[in-house]
């Protein structure tokens, strides 16, 4: 039984080390993505001018005062 709790005391710092690197590791490659994914989407150019209100193309001025 002591063998094993040696055995088990010996190997913990390494393949806590290993764990520690495996998550550095998967973080580099995921935020990577994410900053590859946002560069792709900033090179895309819209087809027209997004409007932003959605409902027409042109709103009347804010001094007209023509009746609608």
Same mark, same amino acid.
């Given at each position: 039984?002591?063998?094993?709790?040696?055995?088990?005391?010996?190997?913990?710092? /390494?393949?806590?080390?290993?764990?520690?690197? $495996? #998550?550095?590791?998967?973080?580099?490659?995921?935020?990577?993505?994410? !900053?590859?994914?946002?560069?792709? $989407?900033?090179?895309?150019?819209?087809?027209? %001018?997004?409007? !932003?209100?959605?409902? #027409?193309?042109?709103? %009347?001025?804010?001094?007209?005062? /023509? %009746? %609608?």
């Amino acid at each position: 039984m002591d063998a094993f709790l040696y055995f088990i005391a010996d190997i913990t710092p /390494t393949f806590l080390l290993i764990i520690l690197l $495996l #998550c550095i590791f998967g973080g580099i490659i995921i935020g990577w993505d994410d !900053v590859e994914q946002q560069r792709r $989407l900033l090179q895309q150019k819209p087809s027209k %001018p997004e409007n !932003v209100y959605g409902q #027409c193309d042109h709103l %009347p001025d804010k001094h007209d005062n /023509t %009746p %609608p």
